[in-house]
Structure formats: structure tokens, C-alpha cells
């Protein structure tokens, strides 16, 4: 996982990529044309249709009046994934949990 500083396109300011397997997630910090920030979330798979490759993305916005919103229902989602896969009832073998953990990333710097 890598942090890129984006200089290609105005808008956009900072963009960070998670590779897992056949997806790729992208997390892009870009700005309106009023210079407010907002991010999206992309998530870029690699599809084979007729002998051919092809990457199939689906994309969110999230705008500032959401941050954290979004942020508060994403901290309690993981909360509650952490509480049932520590209950032994769900498989877990392809879930990595000891991951290098970043938290430089937070909504409340936006």
C-alpha cells in the first residue's frame, strides 16, 4: 500500500491504491472548482469476457457534509466485523488481521 502525491490532473490531490488480489481499491482526495475537497472510493476489477481483459470499476463520491458520517458507520462496521470473526463462528482463513495498520489517513484533516 503506497501514497501517491497526484500532480497529473488539478483536481486531484492525493490518491492512495489497495491492491487484494483481483481488485484494486483506489482512494482519491480530489477538489471542486470551488477548491472544496471531496474523495471517492473506486474499486477496479479485472474481468475476461470474450478472450479479452478488461478492468471493471464502480466508483463513490463522498462529499465533505458526509465525512463523517461515513466515517462513524465505516469505524462501526469494522468494529462489529473484529467482534465476529473473534467469535470462532466465521470463517477467517483468507482474512488477513495482523496487517501493517496506517491511521495517517483521517477525514477530520480534510
Given at each position: 500500500m503506497e501514497?501517491?502525491?497526484?500532480?497529473?490532473r488539478n483536481d486531484e490531490v492525493f490518491s492512495k491504491s489497495v491492491k487484494a488480489g483481483k481488485r484494486t481499491?483506489?482512494?482519491d482526495i480530489k477538489t471542486t472548482k470551488g477548491n472544496e475537497?471531496?474523495?471517492t472510493l473506486t474499486e477496479s476489477?479485472?474481468?475476461?469476457?470474450?478472450?479479452?481483459?478488461y478492468f471493471q470499476k464502480h466508483k463513490i463520491f463522498l462529499y465533505k457534509?458526509?465525512?463523517a458520517k461515513f466515517k462513524e458507520g465505516l469505524d462501526e462496521i469494522m468494529e462489529k466485523l473484529n467482534e465476529?470473526?473473534?467469535?470462532?463462528?466465521?470463517r477467517t482463513?483468507?482474512?488477513?488481521?495482523n496487517e501493517k495498520s496506517d491511521d495517517?489517513?483521517?477525514?477530520?484533516?480534510?
Open positions: 501514497y501517491e502525491k497526484r500532480n497529473d481499491y483506489f482512494f475537497l471531496y474523495l476489477k479485472k474481468v475476461f469476457e470474450d478472450g479479452r481483459e457534509e458526509d465525512f465476529l470473526n473473534e467469535t470462532g463462528e466465521f482463513d483468507s482474512y488477513v488481521r495517517s489517513f483521517t477525514f477530520d484533516s480534510l
